[in-house]
């Protein structure tokens, strides 16, 4: 793609609806550098739009979703002006897109993640619940590695990675959550093999043992990843590792208070302490130089395709300059609270 200018009367209109539910996003990006943050904003705000398109109470869901896939669309039309789409969220990511090289393939896996919501699509194994992990989380690590300048394939890997981990600890927490919206994130194979119905389950949702050592399983899951993130660390130019670090050390911990509430996440929701949070983001920034832990992992298997994607794009020169430890920190932990609001179909205020 070639060379973009990306609006900055875009840019404010972007920022302008983020005020409302996303401040803390709007506060943190005020310590990027001006690329990074008005591209954040961009990619930030046309997010928010489509979860609250296909979120909407009321709303045909598979409207709402061929909808945005026609935005998309006149987003990547080749030759298109940007100042020709209506709405402010389309055009700047339009800059976005082509001022970064971003893909195609990833903005539309994030839509198919959204159409699999709203068709009720249901996960019978880990792996395909990582597909879907993949297209609603991978797709966020892939495009922000992207706008940070990072194209390597083993750290687009390792982000997508990251993103997928994140997801299942999501899961993990909000089992409760979403079985009062009908829905069943948890691998239902797994279900069964710990003597548990899942249709039956779903419509009287309880917490049991049998359920805990389910999400226990999907808890060890979204480690293993967490590990594969940190093997990949090292690899990363200094002044990006406490961010990373802080996005894998936070959503971690999720997990880690659910199991200290004993895998209950029916009657309760796991929440990192304040406190807990200081500790982790000042071990993040402290944790600057990781031990290499050998040869990286490969991409995981549902990630493949976003990496492929990126693969086959041209890469740019990166950058002059580089930023800091601390607005590495914040870019990386504010975007992924995009994860943690969206709650897998219901957006939530910061």
């Keep these: 793609m070639a060379h973009a200018r990306i609006d900055a009367a875009d840019i404010a209109l972007c920022r302008a609806s983020l005020r409302h539910g996303s401040r803390s996003f709007l506060a943190a990006s005020l310590l990027l550098p001006r690329e990074v943050r008005d591209a954040a904003c961009a990619l930030y705000a046309f997010c928010r739009m489509a979860d609250d398109a296909v979120d909407q109470q009321g709303t045909d869901e598979a409207a709402a979703v061929a909808m945005l896939r026609a935005r998309l669309a006149c987003i990547y039309e080749p030759g298109a002006a940007a100042s020709a789409l209506p709405m402010a969220a389309d055009r700047a990511l339009a800059g976005v897109v082509a001022h970064f090289d971003i893909p195609r393939a990833l903005p ?8 699999w919501d709203a068709a009720g699509r249901s996960y019978d194994t880990l792996e395909q619940l990582q597909d879907y992990a993949a297209r609603v989380a991978g797709t966020v690590g892939a495009m922000m590695a992207l706008i940070m300048r990072v194209r390597s394939p083993d750290a687009v890997a390792r982000a997508c990675d990251l993103g997928v981990a994140m997801q299942l600890s999501n899961i993990a927490r909000d089992v409760g959550e979403d079985a009062a919206m009908g829905r069943l994130y948890l ?3 797994w279900m069964r093999e710990a003597g548990i119905d899942p249709q039956a389950w779903l419509a009287r949702p309880v917490f049991t043992p049998a359920l805990a050592s389910v999400v226990q399983r999907l808890l060890a899951a979204a480690d293993a990843l967490y590990a594969r993130v940190g093997s990949g660390v090292a690899q990363l130019p200094l002044a990006c590792r406490p961010g990373i670090n802080a996005a894998r050390f936070l959503y971690a911990d999720i997990g880690r208070q659910v199991q200290r509430a004993g895998c209950d996440s029916m009657s309760r929701r796991a929440v990192v302490p304040a406190s807990r949070k200081l500790r982790l983001l000042l071990r993040a920034l402290l944790a600057l130089r990781p031990a290499r832990a050998g040869q990286p992992a490969p ?8 990496l492929d994607a990126v693969i086959a794009t041209t890469p740019r020169a990166p950058v002059a300059g580089r930023r800091g430890a601390s607005e590495s920190l914040v870019w990386v932990i504010a975007l992924f609270e995009r994860l943690e609001r969206r709650e897998r179909g219901q957006s939530t205020p910061a």
């Excluded at 539309?108 to 159409?115: D, K, T, V």
């Excluded at 991409?299 to 976003?306: D, H, I, Q, T, W």
């Design 108 to 115: 539309e896996a994030l839509i198919e993640g959204f159409a």
């Design 299 to 306: 991409a995981l298997a549902a990630n493949a395709f976003l």
């Design 187 to 189: 691998p239902r194979q």
